[in-house]
């Protein structure tokens, strides 16, 4: 048998790699700039607005980290989205966001007699009203509902648990205000 002197598998390698590098390049190529003009909402209807502007969020529940928690997760999914500009002036915004969090409803949906606790589970039901009204007042959605619904598990009590679901839950609600929105154009 003979042994070959050298590091192992050279000779094989560049032209495979510059293969992979060359058929990436012509995937890019041929499908990326399909994906450029792909546009949220219905096609061909433009948005009335390209600057919003959210108002601070009304919480009539007793959730203190709630209101905080979800103008973080607005603010994050405007921004992130580059389907509007967020303008934290609210005489620059072309529109504005105001949203209300009118009730929450508790109940336990499983529970086991004979369990430590870990199997308990609540579920948390908010009722979210929104409203988004552009420059001059004219209203573009108005007194939407939206109910949202997150489970919580015990782990160490229900109010350790829901404490630490609060900005999961509160991005769950942005992105479904937010796609609610982007939908009704």
């Known amino acids: 048998m003979k042994l ?6 050279t000779g094989g390698i560049r032209p495979l790699a510059s293969g992979c590098v060359l058929s990436l390049f012509f995937v890019a190529f041929c499908f990326f700039p399909g994906c450029t003009s792909y546009r949220l909402g219905k096609s ?3 948005v009335p607005f390209r600057t919003l502007h959210i108002a601070p969020v009304v919480v009539n529940v007793p959730v203190p980290d709630l209101q905080n928690e979800l103008e973080r997760a607005l ?4 921004i992130e989205s580059g389907f509007v500009v967020f303008q934290p002036n609210l005489q620059l915004a072309d529109a504005t966001l105001e949203i209300h969090i009118e009730s929450e409803k508790r109940e336990t949906v499983a529970a086991l007699g004979g369990d430590t606790g870990i199997a308990d589970v609540m ?3 908010w009722q979210v009203r929104f409203t988004l ?4 007042g004219r209203m573009l959605i108005s007194d939407f509902t939206l109910p949202t619904r997150s489970l919580v598990f ?6 350790e648990s829901y404490r630490q679901r609060i900005p999961a839950m509160a ?3 942005a992105n479904d205000i937010l796609d609610t929105i982007w939908a009704t154009w």
Request: aromatic share 4%; hydrophobic share 20%; no cysteine.
């Open 171 to 173: 991005d769950q609600l």
């Open 75 to 78: 603010r994050s999914i405007v």
């Open 133 to 136: 009204t552009d420059r001059t």
């Open 123 to 125: 579920s948390r039901e």
């Open 154 to 159: 015990r782990e160490g009590g229900f109010a």
């Open 4 to 9: 070959r002197s050298g590091p192992i598998g």
């Open 44 to 46: 061909g209807e433009q």
